[in-house]
């Protein structure tokens, strides 16, 4: 019996620190991507629909001249089309917000702030319900990758949560 309880500790603290690598390198992967979602909203304020317009004629000529039905690059003109002021701000607003809650949580959760656990998982739920509602517009796999990522996210926030607590009492 001594055996067993020594060994059912053992695999605990074992799944328990693979969970926590997880986390924390899921956290990596948040932070790494808030950091580029704030680059890219300084990127998109300067960007205007005729410089738009050049890049993605400049990164997808070569491409269409060999396959005009490309998808991606088809999609790319397409895009680079339909850029509007509107869709500007919005996309200069939404990467702000989203970069500067990523970024900011990724920090608090790396100092173990007990309060930014909950919160972590509030966002990232309703993260994946605009994700999602997104998906019901038009369907997009790498919405789908991103809300299933954030899905896990939420387990292991909600495990070091469970685990940060237990160690506080």
Same mark, same amino acid.
């Given at each position: 019996m001594?055996?067993?309880n020594?060994?059912?500790?053992?695999?605990?603290?074992?799944?328990?620190?693979m969970?926590?690598?997880?986390?924390?390198?899921?956290?990596?992967?948040?932070?790494?991507?808030?950091?580029l979602?704030?680059?890219?909203?300084i990127?998109?304020i300067?960007?205007? !629909?005729?410089?738009?317009?050049?890049?993605v004629?400049?990164?997808?000529q070569h491409?269409l001249?060999?396959?005009?039905?490309?998808?991606?690059?088809?999609?790319?003109?397409t895009?680079?089309?339909?850029f509007?002021l509107?869709?500007?701000?919005f996309g200069v607003?939404?990467?702000?917000f989203h970069?500067?809650?990523?970024?900011?949580?990724?920090?608090?959760?790396?100092?173990?702030?007990?309060?930014?656990?909950?919160?972590?998982?509030?966002f990232l739920?309703?993260?994946i319900?605009?994700?999602?509602?997104r998906?019901?517009?038009?369907?997009?796999? !790498?919405?789908?990758?991103?809300?299933?990522?954030d899905?896990?996210?939420?387990?292991?926030?909600?495990?070091e949560?469970?685990?940060?607590k237990?160690?506080?009492?």
């Amino acid at each position: 019996m001594f055996y067993t309880n020594i060994n059912n500790s053992f695999l605990k603290k074992k799944k328990f620190s693979m969970l926590h690598k997880g986390f924390k390198l899921g956290l990596l992967i948040k932070g790494t991507d808030g950091l580029l979602e704030l680059l890219g909203s300084i990127f998109l304020i300067f960007l205007t !629909p005729i410089s738009l317009n050049k890049i993605v004629a400049i990164l997808t000529q070569h491409e269409l001249s060999e396959d005009p039905k490309d998808y991606i690059a088809n999609y790319a003109i397409t895009f680079a089309a339909n850029f509007s002021l509107n869709v500007k701000v919005f996309g200069v607003l939404y990467l702000i917000f989203h970069g500067v809650v990523k970024v900011f949580l990724v920090v608090m959760l790396w100092k173990k702030k007990l309060w930014a656990y909950p919160i972590t998982i509030f966002f990232l739920m309703l993260f994946i319900f605009y994700q999602l509602y997104r998906c019901a517009i038009k369907y997009s796999i !790498p919405l789908i990758i991103l809300s299933a990522f954030d899905i896990i996210m939420i387990i292991l926030t909600l495990t070091e949560y469970r685990v940060m607590k237990h160690n506080i009492n």
